[in-house]
């Protein structure tokens, strides 16, 4: 019988391919992890929603490491973590206040626990994966909301940050809870940006996209003591009782490498990737982001052909925008390379097909009930009018157009086209 995954998987490491996206590792052989480490719980393994043995040592050591109240492991990815912030929120009946760049398993989390999210729009600066949060809104929705939450992504998907300190300080003002989708900046916390470090509530890390740990592999950090011993118990509502020993094990090597290595590595990398942004500046239009986030703007489906051929793989392009994720696992030589290969790019300008206004929708259905509805997948051409049902996202990056529940306009049809959408799941 053919192997095809394991076969693109040798054919892929074989390649030598330098890996500008996830998983953070890079694809090093930091650590040896195999078939033989992969157990259930036995006797001494503890148990992970649980824990009162090793796996609970190990998260202690997660929590000094990331000066946290207390940090959760995930082995099922950030996606557990939302899933479970979100559940201690449904259980204080707060209202949840999000913003709209939002990765889809923060649409799945509302769905299975029936919460019905109060946009804020961003003021979108390259097209709906990135933006400024607006203040005013923000505060006015905090103002007229009673016992509500917030719920913001930083870094977005192009590597853009919110302003979470003064943000938690609004929410402290109106008594609010402050959440932070944080997948895409664990690095953060040894960088002096981490969300709890600058007041959120709580917060959830993909170790896997920017540390040297295997895919899937999480971290829950609590930065209020009020859910500290609450966590585990909303994480087991949608956490397999069977979770990977092979994904905890890389979480405690992980603690291992922070703990030894990695602000020397930052120290390294950091200076690399300040002397590449230098040195491309007069070529390329960078976008403003955290430094390990390289956004381009140009014609990144284009750009990311010319890298290929130069042995280098991004991890995200469209037709405006390309992104290229380093992680404190990349090397001076390798950074310095990339910078080479760029400079000998060709870059083609964007397309400036990107809606920036994002329209406000209008809601017809609450998201778990068009979400859970006979829906039929359709032309997006033919959309117009008809009612999003289960969301149509790539991913990458996962971010939503249209969601469920709401009316597909003509603008949404545009925006669907320029990502490549071209069928879309409407109610019945």
Not at 323 to 346: G, H, N, Q, R
Not at 365 to 388: H, N, P, Q, T, Y
Request: with cysteine.
């Amino acid at each position: 019988m053919k192997t095809p995954i394991y076969d693109f998987l040798q054919n892929y490491i074989n390649s030598n391919t330098l890996r500008l996206h996830m998983p953070g590792h890079k694809g090093k052989n930091i650590a040896d992890i195999s078939y033989a480490m992969d157990i259930t719980e036995i006797n001494g393994a503890d148990s992970l929603f649980d824990s009162s043995g090793i796996i609970e040592e190990s998260e202690k050591n997660a929590a000094k490491l990331f000066k946290t109240v207390r940090t959760c492991y995930s082995a099922g990815g950030s996606t557990l973590c939302i899933q479970a912030m979100l559940a201690m929120m449904k259980r204080e009946k707060r209202n949840v206040i999000a913003i709209r760049n939002v990765h889809r398993s923060f649409l799945s989390a509302c769905v299975l626990l029936g919460l019905e999210p109060d946009w804020i729009y961003p003021k979108y600066t390259a097209g709906i994966l990135s933006g400024q949060i607006p203040m005013d809104i923000l505060e006015d929705k905090l103002k007229r909301t009673e016992n509500s939450c917030v719920y913001l992504t930083s870094p977005d998907y192009l590597g853009k940050t919110a302003d979470i300190k003064e943000i938690s300080k609004l929410c402290r003002k109106y008594n609010a809870v402050l959440l932070v989708d944080n997948a895409h900046g664990a690095h953060t916390a040894f960088t002096g940006t981490h969300p709890i470090a600058l007041g959120a509530d709580m917060c959830c890390d993909s170790a896997h996209k920017m540390l040297p740990a295997l895919t899937g592999a999480a971290y829950l950090h609590i930065g209020n003591e009020r859910y500290g011993d609450r966590a585990k118990s909303a994480m087991s509502l949608f956490g397999s009782t069977s979770p990977s020993y092979l994904i905890m094990a890389s979480l405690d090597l992980c603690n291992r490498y922070i703990s030894e290595q990695i602000a020397e590595d930052i120290n390294t990398t950091m200076t690399a990737i300040v002397n590449l942004r230098k040195r491309i500046s007069g070529k390329y239009t960078v976008y403003n982001g955290e430094p390990y986030h390289l956004t381009l703007l140009c014609n990144g489906n284009d750009l990311a052909d010319q890298l290929r051929e130069k042995n280098i793989e991004c991890e995200y392009s469209d037709n405006n925008v390309i992104v290229l994720l380093f992680s404190p696992s990349d090397t001076p030589e390798e950074i310095k390379y990339i910078a080479d290969m760029l400079m000998e790019c060709v870059p083609q300008k964007s397309e400036n097909t990107y809606i920036t206004d994002f329209p406000v929708m209008e809601k017809a259905m609450s998201v778990r009930e068009a979400a859970l509805s006979e829906f039929e997948s359709i032309d997006v051409d033919k959309s117009a009018g008809r009612i999003c049902a289960a969301v149509n996202v790539p991913c990458p990056p996962a971010v939503p157009i249209a969601v469920s529940g709401e009316i597909i306009n003509e603008n949404c049809i545009k925006i669907y086209k320029n990502y490549g959408i071209l069928k879309v799941n409407v109610i019945k």
